[in-house]
């Protein structure tokens, strides 16, 4: 009730993706303007494949990080490099990087932290990028995927449906690491 109280007091409601725009309507009912994050997609390069699929995000639940490491088990001879961030102490974080790394095979690595210039070449190199985010605002990642030349797989909900195409790669809708595998 306090953000509706706050919310009668914006001037004017910008916000990243249609996808957001639609919830701000439904939430609040106001019509937002949108401005895509940016993206420096001139600084991405494509290579050959090597032998590893890609994932980037934070290591939060929402994120269905689990989906992808299931779907691996499924797949033993394909790799998957996640590159995953999370806040050391909270609980939350904590919680679900330690079950992750629980469950997660020997064909699926991860990876805490790398520098920009390592993701880069971790995104020119893969041989594609998959994402499992629930109901994502935007999702610069697959467009940093995408501007290195690699298809994506992601859920067919969110910010994805707006940027990801058949040309660019699969959408999945209801994801699970059976339809991953």
Same mark, same amino acid.
């Given at each position: 009730k306090l953000t509706l109280k706050y919310a009668k007091s914006v001037n =004017?409601?910008?916000?990243?993706?249609e996808n957001t725009k639609n919830r701000i309507k439904?939430?609040?009912?106001q019509v937002a303007v949108i401005i895509n994050p940016p993206v420096e997609t001139k600084d991405y390069k494509y290579s050959q494949p090597s032998n590893y699929w890609l994932s980037v995000n934070r =290591?939060?639940?929402h994120k269905r990080i689990?989906?992808?490491v299931e779907a691996f088990k499924k797949i033993p001879t394909e790799k998957l490099i996640i590159v995953g961030s999370y806040e050391e102490g909270v609980e939350q974080f904590e919680s679900y990087k330690s079950y992750i790394e629980k469950i997660k095979p020997t064909n699926v690595e991860i990876v805490h932290w790398v520098d920009d210039k390592k993701l880069k070449d971790l995104y020119s190199n893969c041989k594609g990028f998959i994402t499992t985010a629930h109901d994502e605002d935007f999702g610069m990642t697959v467009i940093e995927a995408m501007a290195a030349g690699k298809p994506v797989v992601a859920p067919m909900e969110g910010g994805y449906r707006e940027t990801v195409t058949n040309k660019t790669g699969v959408l999945i809708d209801n994801i699970n690491s059976e339809k991953i595998s």
């Open positions: =004017l409601w910008v916000c990243n993706s439904k939430y609040y009912n =290591l939060v639940t689990d989906l992808q």
